[in-house]
């Protein structure tokens, strides 16, 4: 009787403990999808920032090369008028030269103010040429600074930021912030965090810069902000590279050199030989004293 019963309740007790064991494992993957859910679209908002900052870049690089072609066009229409202008000043002078030559008359005061007016203008086309090439280099060497500053000068991780170090271009100050009213100094910056966002990865940074108060609001993750100070030639730059809850990791990168630094810096002064005074030589012979009379 009593085995009877410890089968029944055993019976009762085993469907008991199997509910218990599928329960505890659909909320364990239900955690997992949850945890999963959030990483991706993390992840997709990540990339969604990046890819709006390459969109922004590759939109400067296109204007910048709008305008290289804009300039081009109207460079290349210039010397275009300027050589049919001499080329027909020079059929003009070829006519004149021939007609004279068949007269068999000396070359008149008119031949030679248009062979003047042609060496003229084929002078202004070599500066035109000079002067076109000169600006395409330029526009070239700005618009291949502008792809640097925009795909090569953010550093997204620490490791890229001693990469940019090592180039000793600039001096670069890491920081951490706390979500706070106060204020810290990092390199010639004083920052303070009001507000971050991790949904949408942007931030709220207040700033003393040359004495006076800069408010930046809803800066982007990886996105430059570009100070010019008073007391630096170049302007001075703050990247954030990581934001999570109340708190954001980034470095702040200034110019090595201010311009009073590079003011002062000069080459010492050499003091010509003649401004020097001659020491006697201790081997030179004294000279001669005169012979006293004998008493």
């Keep these: 009787m009593e085995d009877y019963r410890e089968g029944n309740e055993q019976e009762r007790t085993s469907p008991i403990g199997l509910n218990r064991i599928l329960i505890a494992a659909a909320a364990v993957l239900l955690v997992i999808a949850v945890v999963a859910f959030g990483y991706g679209y993390r992840q997709q908002i990540t990339a969604g920032h990046l890819a709006a900052q390459q969109a922004a870049a590759n939109a400067t690089i296109s204007d910048l090369q709008g305008q290289v072609s804009s300039l ?17 000043a020079a059929q003009q002078a070829e006519a004149q030269k021939k007609t004279a030559a068949k007269r068999g008359a000396p070359v008149d005061k008119r031949y030679k103010q248009l062979q003047a007016q042609l060496e003229d203008q084929q002078k202004q086309l070599k500066d035109t040429q000079d002067l076109v090439t000169k600006n395409r280099t330029d526009l070239e060497s700005s618009l291949s600074s502008t792809k640097n500053e925009l795909n090569g000068s953010i550093a997204r991780t620490h490791e890229e930021l001693v990469v940019l170090q090592k180039r000793g271009e600039r001096n670069y100050f890491e920081f951490d912030l706390t979500k706070s009213k106060q204020f810290q100094r990092f390199g010639p910056l004083t920052l ?37 100070a008073e007391s630096e030639g170049q302007p001075v730059q703050v990247v954030v590279n990581k934001i999570s809850k109340n708190f954001v990791h980034g470095y702040i990168s200034a110019p090595k050199y201010r311009p009073a630094e590079l003011a002062n810096t000069s080459t010492p002064a050499v003091t010509p030989a003649a401004a020097h005074p001659q020491t006697p030589d201790q081997n030179s ?8 009379p004998q008493p």
Excluded: F
């Design 72 to 88: 081009s066009g109207k460079l290349n229409d210039m010397v275009a008028a300027q050589q049919a202008a001499a080329q027909a």
């Design 192 to 228: 303070s965090l009001r507000r971050t966002d991790t949904k949408h990865m942007n931030y709220d940074l207040s700033m003393v810069v040359d004495d006076n108060p800069l408010d930046k609001k809803r800066v982007n993750l990886y996105e430059p902000i570009w100070i010019h």
């Design 285 to 292: 012979p004294s000279p001669k004293q005169p012979e006293q």
